[in-house]
């Protein structure tokens, strides 16, 4: 506020983007931010409408009259003064390094035309991607069908058409069909949140390994060790057009956390980098509501996105839960400031129905909401991990605090009461069971359910070596939790090396 009228901020100094496949990666700096704020375009700042206020921000002591502020507010509306920013962007004001770096970066995708089977194989065998399945191959195969054979000044241009659409804000919600969702940000809306997220996929799909077995060798880049880094350097720039545009939108959530599944596979559970992008992802979390539950909403918006929306505050809620205990860090986001509603227990498919056929496949839940046919889906694993990284905010509550007192012996005792009543609640079928190893769920599922259950083993573990640690508490209960540990971190090394699709990174699961 101290600030003269009109100044700016210094320009912090631009890092030069390094996509082509000639150049050493040794000497890249990574700085997603700084790529392009040299740029003297004009910011498009978006409506106030777009994100959350909550009940201490002024806007809710405007709403408290709006009936008066509409009044009054009606006689300004086709004036410029209540224009924030200038929306318009023209293609003149983008300066030409940009635009050939926004080039190299759609090249990395039409000189891999198998990037679509690449993809559409790991979310055969993922399940626990935040954006469901039919969403993501409606934008990969939109992508694939505009960038076909793209190459001179057709792709500056669609470059450029990017860059036009990513200025222009994104509404939140839309009255338009789940099978045409995907149309307001691809084909001839296509904007680079949608682009960074389907390079962030591919990279996380060749980073898995999952591809080699069926594929030449010679036709895979990822046999090329920097493609991979080439891609996490696509995806920041990415990120850093969405930041210069104040893009606050789903769709830049889907790039957030797609940059975050990224970075943790090419830079670590433990780097700055990975740690960064959770709070990244965590301050969208919230710009955009996700930590609020509206029940008018219900009324006047589209199944499938509110849906989606429970979706994305159920799994990174629990992301961020899993790296404040690997770092030993306290959690982003506050579950007492979350109304964490239960995702629900049905198919990717079954977002895309309407009318009857929906209202069915919703019922088809018992009185907990769990499905009545007891197959494990995606949307199964992500309501057994909310109830997990629930319990594991409590347990880093006791865990990370400085002073560990009488209080803390007995609400650490009810903790684990409540954690071992709640989790009893879930349908065994659901759950990994350590004497059967759950034969009957097939590799890939039995892979996430066979995690999950270590996560809730962890939450007993990291709480009864705090008693132990801190009182006279026995240790029977510690090592039976640590005995439970490591047999089935042995029964999902086993599970890896039997399929090879299986594949994965799973020293932190073996780790803990």
Not at 191 to 202: H, N, P, S, Y
Not at 261 to 266: F, G, I, R
């Amino acid at each position: 506020m101290t600030r003269p009228r009109g100044g700016r901020n210094p320009a912090p100094q631009s890092a030069r983007l390094s996509l082509s496949s000639s150049t050493s990666l040794d000497n890249v700096q990574h700085s997603p931010r700084a790529n392009i704020t040299t740029s003297s375009a004009p910011r498009t700042t978006p409506s106030a409408e777009i994100e959350f206020f909550g009940s201490t921000a002024f806007p809710a002591i405007i709403n408290d009259d709006q009936d008066i502020v509409d009044s009054f507010a009606g006689q300004f509306r086709n004036q410029s003064i209540l224009q924030i920013g200038n929306a318009s962007h023209n293609q003149e004001q983008i300066p030409e390094k940009q635009i050939l770096e926004g080039m190299a970066v759609l090249n990395l995708l039409v000189n891999f035309p198998a990037f679509t089977n690449c993809i559409y194989r790991y979310l055969e065998l993922s399940y626990t991607c935040m954006v469901p399945d039919p969403f993501i191959k409606a934008c990969v195969l939109s992508i694939q069908e505009t960038i076909h054979g793209l190459k001179g000044s057709r792709l500056r241009q669609l470059a450029l058409d990017l860059f036009v659409n990513t200025s222009k804000p994104l509404n939140l919600f839309t009255p338009v069909p789940a099978k045409d969702y995907h149309t307001l940000f691809t084909g001839s809306n296509l904007r680079w949140e949608i682009v960074g997220f389907v390079l962030a996929i591919l990279g996380v799909s060749l980073k898995y390994d999952i591809n080699k077995q069926n594929e030449p060798p010679k036709s895979l880049p990822a046999q090329n060790p920097g493609f991979i880094h080439q891609i996490a350097e696509a995806v920041e720039y990415c990120t850093s057009v969405c930041y210069r545009y104040t893009c606050v939108n789903h769709q830049a959530l889907w790039l957030l956390y797609g940059d975050a599944c990224l970075k943790n596979l090419v830079y670590g559970d433990m780097s700055f980098q990975f740690w960064r992008c959770m709070g990244d992802l965590s301050s969208m979390f919230y710009a955009l509501g996700l930590h609020h539950q509206n029940s008018t909403f219900e009324e006047i918006h589209p199944f499938y996105q509110l849906e989606m929306r429970r979706r994305y505050a159920a799994q990174i809620y629990s992301m961020d839960k899993t790296i404040s205990t690997i770092l030993g860090r306290p959690p982003r986001i506050s579950g007492s400031h979350c109304t964490n509603v239960m995702p629900a227990d049905i198919d990717d498919g079954v977002l895309l129905l309407e009318g009857d056929e929906l209202h069915s496949s919703l019922h088809n839940v018992d009185a907990n909401g769990w499905n009545l046919d007891r197959q494990f889906r995606g949307a199964t694993w992500r309501r057994m991990k909310l109830l997990v990284s629930q319990f594991r905010e409590e347990v880093l509550g006791v865990c990370l605090r400085t002073h560990f007192t009488n209080d803390s012996e007995i609400l650490t005792q009810d903790i684990l009461t409540r954690h071992e009543f709640v989790w009893d609640q879930i349908p065994e079928e659901l759950k990994y069971n350590e004497l059967t190893g759950s034969q009957h769920i097939p590799p890939p599922q039995r892979y996430v359910v066979m995690t999950t259950y270590m996560d809730q083993q962890y939450n007993c573990f990291l709480l009864h070596r705090k008693l132990v640690n801190e009182t006279q508490w026995t240790r029977e209960p510690l090592y039976k939790a640590s005995r439970s540990l490591l047999n089935t971190s042995l029964q999902v090394v086993s599970l890896s090396d039997q399929v090879f699709n299986m594949q994965r990174d799973i020293s932190w699961s073996v780790s803990a």
